[in-house]
């Protein structure tokens, strides 16, 4: 049996009111994927940067892993997951030295130091997982067992990102390099408090709200042939004041309002 294993930064494009829905296939079985994560950069988004639901809570891939670090208890799986497929697409071999994360991007390169022993070893993201609270990582066989965490089966340990690689050719061969990453600290930032298929009743919320003294717009968004009109509460270019801004409209009765960024 596999011994499954929380920094979650809830940022998203989130489409309310959408129907339809998608699966990717994991080890954990099928996810429910959710919208589009802001800081794509085209249309398309991969299906591992997508919200998904697990055992009804929701999970966000965060759209970098720079300055990541998290600590908590790291977990292993080995058989019989060996030879299935991951989060990622990739074949799962117990014998590499990868992990499982539930929001950090595919590829992220981690430094995991067992705090119980002081042994440190670099694993990389190619999985969704462990979702057992508590639990923050959860490591192949190989590297459970140079950290020292076969036995025991658990440790506490802590993560700092090292990047997100991806694998390109260079003169015939395949090389890992590195990816640059802009600072997701500054953007325009929203809080999107309703979406609808009715124009009318975005323009009634929109009203509701600009009497509480905040600016608020309604954007569209078609999905299919079916038009959404967004509330969106303009919450500036800070990411930190947008998140309390989130926190206010909550407390406001807009349960679920989010964070988008455009």
Not at 50 to 57: A, N
Not at 86 to 109: C, D, Q, W
Not at 130 to 135: A, D, L, N, T, W
Not at 211 to 218: C, F, H, L, N
Request: charge should be positive.
């Amino acid at each position: 049996m596999r011994k499954n294993i929380t920094i979650i930064t809830g940022i998203i494009f989130l489409l309310a009111g959408c129907s339809g829905k998608t699966t990717v296939i994991s080890t954990r079985g099928k996810h429910q994927i959710g919208p589009k994560s802001p800081y794509q950069t085209t249309k398309r988004v991969k299906g591992t940067q997508r919200p998904y639901k697990i055992k009804g809570k929701t999970y966000y891939p965060l759209p970098s892993a720079e300055g990541f670090r998290q600590t908590g208890t790291a977990s292993w799986y080995g058989k019989p997951f060996h030879g299935r497929k991951t989060s990622n697409g990739e074949t799962y071999n117990m014998y590499s030295r990868t992990a499982a994360h539930k929001t950090l991007p595919m590829n992220t390169h981690l430094l995991v130091e067992n705090l119980d022993n002081g042994k440190e070893l670099v694993v990389r993201v190619n999985d969704r997982g462990p979702f057992i609270r508590g639990r923050i990582i959860d490591l192949s066989y190989t590297g459970a067992k140079e950290l020292g965490v076969i036995k025991k089966g658990t440790a506490r340990v802590r993560i700092s990102a090292l990047g997100e690689a991806i694998r390109v050719e260079e003169k015939g061969e395949q090389v890992e390099r590195f990816l640059p990453h802009k600072d997701f600290n500054k953007g325009k930032f929203y809080v999107q408090i309703g979406s609808f298929t009715q124009r009318n009743n975005a323009e009634r919320l929109q009203k509701t709200i600009r009497k509480t003294g905040r600016s608020v717009t309604i954007s569209i968004f078609n999905r299919t042939g079916t038009v959404f009109h967004r509330v969106q509460v303009k919450a500036g270019n800070d990411l930190h004041k947008a998140q309390k801004v989130v926190q206010t409209m909550r407390n406001l009765g807009y349960e679920g309002a989010f964070l988008a960024a455009q």
